[in-house]
């Protein structure tokens, strides 16, 4: 049964009180007409509980925007979102069009610092959130008591003489949900072996991001990237006002999972009583990327499970013998779950 308004209801009780079920809950397909976002193809996913998320299907069904209670979750960059007509990739050019959102996928085959690997360049974080998903299809439906939200679609990452990959990718949701289910299934359809990094790029914001903000996970060890982020480890969990001139700090973790082999991270606002928890396998996203940016409007808390520990870019990767491979057929699923923690 769905529990919706502080009480649980079944099916045939919800359809005697709305005309239509987009009343309380739906998906609606809409198109960008301004600036850089023209074309973009948009879904708005709104639950009944006062979740509303938007998923952009010109960026590989990544996650835009994202409110619960109309309390924005989501860290937006200056550029807003960008079409992938205008996607730079060489060098640093991913941040022209990054858009912040709730999520921005990082890979298929590279994620991490710029790098070059026998001639071939590779940007910041890869290409597959600049490709557009296709075979899309979206749904809502009963099933029994339960009323499910559904984005489906598949984003191809190829090239001749190079690599051929699929991610396959569902969101579903349900009505009077705080929750996101995100699944996702890569798959190699080349002949030949494929470099495979991936990278779940969370971008959290103001106000869920303050000076009474905690991370929270267990975690075997933590890392610091650089001299930069050693010089903040002790207070890796901790977060402060926005700051001139910060330079960003970025920790890796060693999550530790539980007898199920699932590990469980939450940022916490706790003045507000508000915040958002992952829930996620450790066997296929065994590394966590903590990204503390602390500056003026660039003001943000990435949250990165990853499958290698890939910052350095895919040469680096490959040199210490990190690299993942897909052999040809082969697919890894990935499965993630968000939810709002929420005192109301």
Partial sequence: MAKLFNHEWKKAEILRRVGQMDQLAGIRFLESADGKARGCRMLEVWTGSGLRFTVNAERALDISSCFFKELPIAWRSPAGDVHPAYYEPQGLGWLRSFPGGLLATCGLDQFGSPSQVGGAEFGLHGRISNSPASQLSYRTFWTGDEYELEIIGETRQATV????????????????????????????????????????????????????????????????????????????????????????????????????????????????????????????????????????????????????????????????????????????????????????
């Avoid at 969101?171 to 996702?184: E, M, N, P, Q, V």
């Avoid at 996970?217 to 990237?225: A, C, D, F, I, Y």
């Fill in 161 to 344: 003489f190079g690599e051929n990959l699929v991610m396959r990718r569902r969101i579903t949701t349900a009505l009077g949900s705080k929750s996101i289910h995100l699944d996702d299934v890569i798959t190699n359809e080349g002949f030949e072996a494929a470099p495979h990094m991936l990278l779940y790029h969370f971008n959290l914001g103001f106000p869920l991001v303050s000076e009474h903000t905690r991370l929270q996970l267990r975690s075997e060890k933590t890392l610091p990237r650089d001299a930069v982020a050693e010089s903040g480890l002790a207070e890796w969990d901790r977060f402060q006002s926005p700051t001139q001139g910060f330079q960003e700090q970025v920790f890796i973790h060693y999550p530790v999972a539980d007898e199920k082999g699932t590990t469980i991270v939450e940022l916490t606002n706790l003045q507000m009583g508000f915040g958002l928890r992952w829930t996620y396998k450790t066997n296929n996203l065994p590394y966590l990327m903590e990204w503390k940016m602390m500056g003026e409007g660039a003001y943000v808390v990435g949250i990165e499970p990853a499958n290698c520990n890939g910052l350095g870019g895919r040469s680096v990767t490959a040199e210490t013998g990190q690299l993942p491979l897909l052999e040809p057929g082969e697919n890894r699923a990935y499965h993630i779950d968000l939810e709002i923690i929420s005192k109301n």
